[in-house]
């Protein structure tokens, strides 16, 4: 099957080194900067596709391609709704590349743990918990209105709390720990 050609290989250290080190840098830039830049995540994303290309041909590419897909999506639907970064999303399609479908979801779930143990946390230290649950539980009815079928998907823009009313968030700190989280489960599962 092609979504497990990445997964299913023999360069592991080098698949998850380039994986761990590039959020490290994206984590340290984020943190420095407050942003990802495009010099880190455009030649992580090139190269994974010639990995992808060199470790499994077509199938590779493919899998890398999916992966960079399904990572990216839910980043680019938050920089477009709730005012998160781009780079967040280029970073979790450039990891995509490299990990292939079956790893890049497990990063996918441990980034979402992570980054929601770590807005959670900042908006108790900030006393902003109220506030964020309030700005969550509008989101949440908006898309069940959406879904449920009283209202379209494209009405989901009214439910969406003003920008300045929503605390931005670094979120490369928590890529970089969810990555280093499914590292870890990956390495204990497969050696």
Do not use: E
């Amino acid at each position: 099957m092609w979504a497990m050609t990445l997964w299913d290989h023999s360069m592991l250290p080098l698949q998850w080194g380039v994986v761990v080190g590039t959020s490290l840098a994206a984590a340290a830039t984020d943190l420095r900067a407050a942003r990802i830049p495009n010099w880190l995540t455009g030649p992580v994303f090139v190269s994974g596709l010639g990995w992808a290309a060199w470790t499994a041909g077509g199938r590779g590419v493919a899998d890398g391609l999916a992966a960079a897909l399904v990572m990216a999506l839910p980043y680019v639907l938050l920089f477009l709704l709730a005012g998160g970064g781009a780079g967040d999303a280029k970073l979790m399609g450039a990891l995509g590349v490299w990990l292939g479908l079956i790893n890049g979801t497990m990063v996918l779930v441990c980034v979402a743990v992570c980054g929601i143990v770590l807005a959670s946390a900042s908006a108790v230290v900030q006393r902003r918990a109220r506030a964020v649950a309030s700005n969550l539980a509008q989101i949440l009815s908006g898309v069940l209105v959406s879904i449920l079928g009283h209202g379209r998907l494209a009405d989901l823009w009214r439910w969406v709390p003003d920008r300045q009313d929503m605390k931005q968030v670094r979120y490369g700190l928590a890529v970089c720990m969810g990555v280093c989280l499914a590292a870890g489960g990956v390495w204990a599962w497969r050696v």
